[in-house]
């Protein structure tokens, strides 16, 4: 059964960084698209962002460009996402997925998802 274990969240002052981290059990990542979504309370999950197989693509909404980095460490089975400048408006739970690049995926992203992490919540006081 693939697992996807994410790690790194906590609470964080405004403007202030944390590094989430993805890693996958029963599942080579090595050319697997993955990606990152959030949830806020009362509100929609979204696609935060995503980096292709070969890492030659990344998608990253418009909320977080310039501040958020995604990477993958395929050695390690492992995808980070660098959160950097954060404000209160990116407390969420962030989830961790692997799928396909499909163009016209899950919740706005470039990502079809086969499998979802468990979260770890990010919350960023004012």
């Known amino acids: 059964q693939v697992r996807l274990a994410e790690s790194g969240g906590g609470l964080v002052q405004a403007g202030g960084s944390l590094r989430l981290s993805c890693t996958a059990s029963?599942?080579?990542?090595?050319?697997?698209?993955m990606g990152w979504f959030r949830q806020a309370p009362g509100k929609e999950r979204e696609g935060v962002s995503c980096?292709?197989?070969?890492?030659?693509?990344?998608y990253y909404a418009d909320s977080v460009k310039g501040r958020f980095t995604i990477s993958r460490d395929n050695a390690k089975n492992t995808v980070y996402l660098q959160m950097n400048s954060l404000k209160p408006e990116d407390t969420a739970m962030y989830y961790c997925?692997?799928?396909?690049?499909?163009?016209?995926?899950?919740?706005?992203?470039?990502?079809?998802?086969?499998?979802w992490g468990q979260g770890t919540q990010v919350t960023v006081s004012s």
């Open positions: 997925a692997a799928g396909r690049w499909t163009g016209s995926g899950a919740y706005g992203s470039p990502l079809t998802v086969d499998y």
């Open positions: 029963r599942l080579n990542i090595g050319r697997a698209p």
């Open positions: 980096i292709s197989g070969l890492g030659v693509n990344t």
